[in-house]
């Protein structure tokens, strides 16, 4: 027992010895190594992402720019059947059901085309089954009503079609204000990348 107390030596011996010494010379290089190491992957992955949130960024600008120009598009087009319903010559049953028909022809993400009286009913659509539907108590058609020009809805499941839908809404006046209806483009949320890439 005493042979193998003599063969071992404490710690401090060991650090004094050359194999100690070997040690700590290898920890003194490895050490500083893995830092730099850590800190150069560190630094790649702070780039990377950096980029990446850039690239982000950077589409959903784009995203924002092609939904802004879809909106304003739709919000002009509401407007130019607004008036081409309320003209001073009284327009036919008809003329304004194809009106209705060929604006969502052309803009296939709109799921309906609605035309509202004042008291928010609807009295014509592309949609004939929606025609009667009451949106007054609708957030968007109330907007329209204390004086906003256009407004956008927020995503809601439809009443008709029971798929996620937002509404475009514009107000249409005349010389003096007051509401003579409404156009409303209701958009299917499925269908609106169409619409945003153009």
């Known amino acids: 027992m005493e042979a193998n107390a003599t063969t071992r030596a404490t710690p401090a011996e060991f650090w004094k010895s050359v194999q100690g010494n070997l040690i700590l010379l290898l920890l003194l290089l490895l050490i500083p190594t893995i830092l730099v190491q850590a800190y150069i992957y560190h630094d790649r992955f702070e780039t990377r992402r950096a980029k990446e949130l850039q690239a982000n960024l950077e589409v959903a600008r784009a995203t924002a720019s092609n939904f802004e120009s879809f909106l304003q598009n739709i919000v002009d087009c509401e407007l130019v059947i607004g008036l081409a319903l309320t003209g001073s010559e009284p327009m036919s049953d008809q003329d304004r059901d194809r009106i209705l028909d060929q604006f969502q022809a052309t803009n296939r993400e709109l799921r309906a085309v609605l035309w509202l009286n004042p008291r928010g009913l609807t009295i014509a659509s592309s949609l004939r089954t929606s025609i009667g539907l009451d949106v007054s108590d609708r957030s968007y058609?109330?907007?329209?009503?204390?004086?906003?020009?256009?407004?956008?809805?927020?995503?809601?499941?439809?009443?008709?079609?029971?798929?996620?839908t937002f509404v475009i809404s514009r107000g249409i006046r005349n010389e003096r204000g007051e509401l003579l209806g409404g156009v409303a483009a209701a958009v299917s949320a499925d269908r609106l990348d169409r619409g945003i890439r153009g």
Request: glycine share 8%; net charge negative.
């Open 141 to 164: 058609y109330q907007a329209v009503v204390a004086g906003r020009d256009w407004t956008v809805s927020e995503l809601f499941l439809g009443r008709v079609t029971a798929d996620p």
